[in-house]
């Protein structure tokens, strides 16, 4: 069996190499996920994912036509 890789600004690690963490951020408009990947205490992988808690009102940011 393959030993599975993640990309990294070190190129493809093995994923058991690196420490993984994780957190969570939320205020009034968003929550946001956080992941991030350590290599001997660097950080060499993030990544984030957003989600609003209200829509954007598009209409009001294009005008009108």
């Known amino acids: ?3 599975p890789l993640i990309w990294t600004t070190k190129g493809n690690i093995p994923v058991e ?3 993984y963490k994780y957190f969570w951020l939320e205020d009034e408009e ?3 996920f956080v992941e ?3 290599l001997d205490g660097e950080k ?3 990544s984030s994912h957003l ?3 209200n829509g954007v009102d ?3 940011q294009a005008g009108t036509f």
Request: net charge positive; no cysteine.
């Open 30 to 32: 968003s929550i946001k």
């Open 51 to 53: 989600r609003l808690k």
């Open 36 to 38: 991030e990947y350590y």
């Open 1 to 3: 069996m393959e030993t």
């Open 58 to 60: 598009v209409f009001s």
């Open 44 to 46: 060499v992988k993030s």
């Open 17 to 19: 190499s690196l420490e």
